[in-house]
């Protein structure tokens, strides 16, 4: 069985910084793609991804404040976040998706931002 195990998440000033962390535990092979997401009481929104190969792409709103990174040794996605604003507020998720299209979700983390 495979799970997602989230830590990171707190609260924190505006301004401040954070960095999730997303390990993958299980029996888990051919990692594809791995993401953040954050969920807001109006959306799901996707924040970022790296492929296996390292390519990266970012939502315009974090783009220059956030960088993902992975060790895919350890089956681990990171999310560094720095200048938080209050908009950055969320319950975020990570995401593992395989090479056979089978998806994984981590269980959330709690990110608040006060201004």
């Known amino acids: 069985q495979v799970q997602l195990v989230e830590s990171g998440g707190g609260l924190v000033q505006s301004g401040g910084s954070l960095r999730l962390s997303c390990a993958a535990s299980?029996?888990?092979?051919?990692?594809?793609?791995m993401a953040w997401y954050r969920q807001t009481p109006r959306q799901r929104e996707s924040v970022a991804v790296v492929?296996?190969?390292?390519?990266?792409n970012y939502a315009d709103s974090v783009q220059g404040r956030f960088t993902i990174s992975r060790d895919s040794a350890k089956n681990t996605v990171y999310l560094e976040m720095n200048n938080l604003k209050p908009e950055d507020t969320a319950v975020y998720y990570c995401k593992v998706t395989t090479f056979y299209q089978r998806a994984y979700w981590g269980q959330g983390t709690q990110v608040t931002v006060s201004s």
């Open positions: 299980g029996t888990i092979s051919n990692i594809n793609t």
């Open positions: 492929t296996s190969g390292g390519s990266t």
